[in-house]
């Protein structure tokens, strides 16, 4: 049962025509179509109850006293868009009624045609329609609103973005400009220190070779005062040719290397250990080591890799037998390599300390050495575009780490 009844206004100047529609809306009346109806005789009249609203369905004759025609659905649409208009003609027209629907009519009904039931169910239809049509109408609106505001959501989003894409463009090219400027840094810096190293060769080795000379010519000849300065002299001297020695092969990493090829890292690990035959046996130093891989290289560095590696190993060994391991794994397109010892530790506060060139953390009375064996690790690892690393604890041996390309062809 419907709520409350259909409000139905009736346009209509004929009292005949008038008295036929209360008869059928009478005749059609049922729990499902309860209807009133209001009636005016003329345009005006019927503009006036439009006014007070509440009106759910307009029938609507277009030849009435004050109005005529398709002007008539005009007047009435533009007053109430809202509400269904069925148009009920005398005429047979079709021209009149195709220009009706398509200016908005719900329907055009031809008076001597109609009957109760067609009435009752295009009045329910276009009240149907006409809600239909609003929710669409809605439904639009609201999905323009949302087009609208994500329009404008995306034009600011692009905006953001090209300004963020200007403001990466700029950090790239002062980046590259950075970049640019430290490889030119770092050119000059080698050259230098190359040029400085070789030109100071000359002069230091006079002075060397001069206080050696009167080291050898006058000792025990002078006081007790000349033989302690005449041996300072000369182990300065021998300290100063080891610093320009060590800032030269430094230097020469990067000036002097050479390209990379494949290059077994076991051969050459075994090179390392002939180079340090020596020192291994007089420490006793027990060396072990893992299937090594083939990597992308300069051969000759990696040598100098591992036997500064070693060669630390070996030195910083605590009360036991030193015992030293190697290996590598497999990770992504390169290799890990470690080598492991058992030896004094670092505390890991000197982790960044120890890759500086010339930084010691014992004395000389300790451990021989002026800092440069790590520093030259990193930098030969670095030029291969690996990293090193390591894990240590004081009294706990140590680990270091680097990563080498695969030297497999086609990776």
Same mark, same amino acid.
């Given at each position: ?13 004929s009292l ?75 005429l047979?027209?079709?021209t ?17 045609q109609?009957?109760?039931?067609l ?16 929710e ?6 609201e ?9 404008a ?16 463009k ?13 490889e030119?840094?770092?050119t ?22 001069y ?5 050898k ?19 300065? +001297? *021998?300290?100063?040719? =080891?610093?320009i020695?060590?800032?030269? #092969?430094?230097?020469?990493? /990067?000036?002097?290397? %050479?390209? &990379?090829e ?10 390392a ?23 992308k ?12 590696l070693?060669s ?14 190697v290996? +590598? *794994?497999?990770?992504? =397109?390169e290799?890990?390599?470690?080598? #492991?010892?058992?030896?004094? /530790?670092?505390?890991p %506060?000197? &982790? ?42 004081p ?17």
């Amino acid at each position: 049962m419907a709520d409350k009844p259909i409000n139905i206004l009736l346009i209509e100047d004929s009292l005949t025509a008038t008295m036929h529609v209360k008869k059928m809306l009478a005749e059609a009346e049922s729990d499902q179509f309860d209807t009133e109806l209001e009636c005016a005789n003329r345009l005006s009249a019927g503009q006036e109850l439009i006014t007070q609203g509440g009106i759910d369905v307009i029938l609507l004759d277009l030849s009435l006293p004050d109005s005529d025609g398709v002007d008539t659905f005009s007047q009435v649409l533009s007053q109430a868009p809202e509400v269904p208009v069925v148009v009920m003609s005398s005429l047979e027209d079709e021209t009149l009624a195709t220009t009706a629907v398509q200016q908005g009519a719900q329907d055009y009904l031809l008076k001597g045609q109609v009957n109760s039931n067609l009435l009752k169910r295009c009045i329910l239809y276009s009240i149907e329609r006409k809600h239909a049509e609003r929710e669409l109408q809605k439904a639009h609106d609201e999905l323009e609103k949302r087009v609208q505001e994500r329009t404008a959501e995306l034009a600011i989003t692009n905006e953001n973005l090209q300004t963020e894409l200007t403001e990466r463009k700029r950090i790239e090219e002062e980046l590259k400009k950075a970049v640019a400027e430290l490889e030119r840094s770092n050119t000059e810096l080698e050259q230098f220190a190359y040029v400085a190293s070789h030109d100071l060769q000359e002069p230091l080795r006079m002075v060397a070779s001069y206080t050696q000379l009167l080291q050898k010519r006058y000792r025990d000849k002078l006081d007790a005062d000349a033989d302690d300065f005449i041996t300072y002299a000369v182990d300065g +001297a *021998k300290r100063m040719q =080891n610093l320009i020695n060590s800032l030269l #092969s430094y230097s020469r990493v /990067g000036t002097r290397g %050479k390209p &990379f090829e494949p290059t077994e890292s076991e051969s050459v690990f075994e090179q390392a250990l002939a180079n340090l035959k020596l020192t291994i046996d007089e420490s006793g130093a027990d060396v072990t080591h893992d299937p090594l891989p083939r990597v992308k290289a300069d051969e000759t560095q990696l040598i100098q890799l591992f036997q500064n590696l070693l060669s630390n190993a070996v030195k910083f060994h605590g009360e036991e037998q030193p015992r030293i391991h190697v290996s +590598a *794994k497999q990770n992504s =397109n390169e290799y890990i390599f470690s080598v #492991s010892d058992n030896g004094i /530790g670092i505390d890991p %506060k000197h &982790f960044d300390r120890i890759f500086v060139i010339f930084q010691r953390l014992h004395g000389r009375e300790e451990y021989s050495g002026i800092g440069i064996g790590l520093p030259v690790c990193k930098r030969i690892v670095e030029r291969h575009g690996g990293r090193i690393w390591l894990e240590s604890q004081p009294g706990e041996g140590c680990t270091f780490y680097f990563t080498m390309l695969k030297g497999d062809e086609g990776n």
